[in-house]
């Protein structure tokens, strides 16, 4: 089993930042891909990005590259989400998952969900 915390949401004007955090517990993630996912009202779960946990491996959807930025800490087993840049179309609550496929950008491929924390862009 695996649990995972996310933290760091909040409310930041167009062109601001924002760092997300997933905190991982239970059993030990070296084979896990993680990503973050996600939601804007009345629409379906979205891939963001994922990050292999041993490797380090890290792959993008087109709208943020360039823009998000992730990253992991093993020892502390955390996994960061650096947003720069963020436009109103970034709102939305922002889930880490963990799973085993790379690269997974369905949510059918990850086993573990966290809670999600919202993020929400605006003036």
């Known amino acids: 089993q695996v649990q995972l915390v996310e933290s760091g949401g909040g409310l930041v004007q167009p062109g601001g930042s924002l760092r997300l955090s997933c905190a991982a517990s239970?059993?030990?993630?070296?084979?896990?891909?993680l990503a973050w996912f996600r939601q804007a009202p009345g629409q379906e779960r979205e891939f963001v990005t994922a990050i292999t946990w041993s490797g380090g491996l890290t792959y993008y959807t087109d709208s943020v590259k360039g823009r998000f930025t992730i990253s992991r800490d093993n020892a502390k087993k955390t996994m960061f989400l650096q947003m720069n840049s963020l436009k109103p179309e970034d709102t939305g609550v922002y889930y880490c998952?963990?799973?085993?496929?790379?690269?997974?950008?369905?949510?059918?491929?990850?086993?573990?969900w966290g809670q999600g924390t919202q993020v929400t862009v605006s003036s």
């Open positions: 998952a963990a799973g085993l496929v790379w690269v997974g950008l369905s949510t059918s491929m990850y086993e573990y």
């Open positions: 239970g059993r030990t993630l070296g084979n896990n891909v």
